[in-house]
Each structure stands twice: as structure tokens, then as C-alpha cells.
């Protein structure tokens, strides 16, 4: 049972161009979502997050949309370049549930110059 | 600013034996998590912390322990390894109030022989 789902294990997009990474989850309890982005060889840094009282948070090129009716969320990168490939993940937890991460699988996404 | 360091970063190990991964901070922070990652499944949760002396279980709990008997340190133990337990293993710790991203150290890798 995966609570939070990234359904496209891989993303290429032109440098300059929009990014778009989506990410579904089916607990209804969870109210704080997170994305993570990941170098090979290096932890997952945090890139930006929203919390359920929110439908958007922006911060610089990145941008998160939270649809709380569709369990969905997605992370815009605008515009997109060569130093943004790594892999993206997503992350959400329930405030009753001690900080816990759930993470999605994860989308690799590939800026192309 | 060393934020989370993680000891080893690469082990390798035969079935049976046993190790410890250490986790160690320098942020203060009350609340330390450990994860493993595998291809195609994102990370997983296997046992975390609320604060000094407290251990608690996450999603995949089974084969490893715990401890945390200081605030800036959480040691991951495997007492006898298995070939499932191949993976690169993460610790992140994150601060209060609740809805604070976590932080992660650049993770172990792992081979069970």
C-alpha cells in the first residue's frame, strides 16, 4: 500500500523550458508535503514544502501546488536548467504522526541543454 | 557547519555479521530518523527518534536497532546481516515545532555478501 505515489519514474526536459513533477497520495490524514531533491552520492536536500492550509508556495524558481480535493501535489521548476537534474522526491506526514516522512518513489528528471 | 555526518560511508559485510552506522548532528536537534533506500522505492522509514533515550519504529523496523543516548548522536545496529539488508541507509534529524523539513546526511552504503 503506497501512501505517496510518483507515477513518472523519469522526466527530460530543454533547458529553459517548464519542468513539471506531479505526486498523488491517498492519506487524507497527511497535511505537510515536502520535496526533495537528490544528487547521486548525496542526501536529500529539501527544496521547498506546503502545508494543507496552502494550495501554493513559491520560492524562487520553484513552485509547489497542493489540490487537497484530488490528492496531488506538483512541483514547477521555471525556468529549468542543466543543474537541476537529480532525482525529485516527494514527501508528506500527518502532524499527528511525529514528524514522519513518507516518500514517493522518486522521478529522475534530465535538463537538456 | 557540518549538519549531519554519517560513519562509514561504505561498508561491506558477510552474512551474519554484525555493525553499527552512526549518525551524529550538530544542529540541536530533538528528532532523528533512519531510512534505507532501494531502487525503485523511494526511502523507508526503520526507526526514529523524538528525543534523547527515546527509539521508536518505523515502516521496516525488522533486523536492525536502535539506540540514542545522546541528543547529537543515533547509531543504527545490525546484529546479524542479511543480503536483504543491501541498501544505502540515511539518517536525517530535523528540529520543533512540528512541520520542519528534515535533514539528511550524504547516507552509507551498504553490501551484504
Known amino acids: 500500500d503506497q501512501q505517496v505515489k510518483q507515477n513518472s519514474p523519469s522526466l527530460s526536459v530543454q533547458e529553459g523550458r517548464i519542468s513539471i513533477l506531479n505526486c498523488d497520495y491517498t492519506?487524507?490524514?497527511?497535511?505537510?508535503f515536502l520535496w526533495y531533491k537528490k544528487y547521486p552520492a548525496e542526501g536529500p536536500t529539501f527544496l521547498i514544502s506546503?502545508?494543507?492550509?496552502?494550495d501554493k508556495n513559491e520560492d524562487g524558481r520553484f513552485t509547489v501546488f497542493l489540490n487537497k480535493s484530488a490528492k496531488h501535489l506538483s512541483l514547477h521548476i521555471v525556468p529549468s536548467q542543466p543543474g537541476d537534474s537529480a532525482v525529485y522526491f516527494c514527501?508528506?506526514?500527518?502532524?499527528?504522526?511525529?514528524?514522519?516522512?513518507?516518500f514517493g518513489q522518486g522521478t529522475e528528471l534530465s535538463v537538456k541543454p | 557547519n557540518a549538519g549531519v555526518t554519517q560513519t562509514p560511508k561504505f561498508r561491506v559485510l558477510k552474512t551474519g555479521q554484525s555493525m553499527t552506522l552512526l549518525c551524529a548532528q550538530d544542529m540541536n536537534h530533538e528528532y532523528m530518523y533512519w531510512y534505507r533506500q532501494d531502487p525503485g522505492m523511494g526511502l523507508r522509514l526503520i526507526h526514529y527518534s523524538v528525543g534523547e533515550g527515546t527509539t521508536a519504529k518505523g515502516e521496516v523496523p525488522d533486523g536492525y536497532n536502535v539506540s540514542r543516548l545522546k541528543k547529537q548522536n543515533f547509531l543504527l545496529g545490525l546484529e546479524s546481516a542479511a543480503p536483504s539488508q543491501t541498501s544505502v541507509y540515511f539518517c536525517a534529524s530535523r528540529t520543533d515545532p512540528t512541520n520542519q523539513p528534515q535533514h539528511f546526511g550524504d547516507g552509507t552504503r551498504l553490501s551484504i555478501l
Open positions: 506546503i502545508s494543507s492550509i496552502k
Open positions: 492519506n487524507s490524514m497527511f497535511d505537510y
Open positions: 514527501a508528506a506526514s500527518g502532524s499527528n504522526q511525529g514528524g514522519k516522512l513518507i
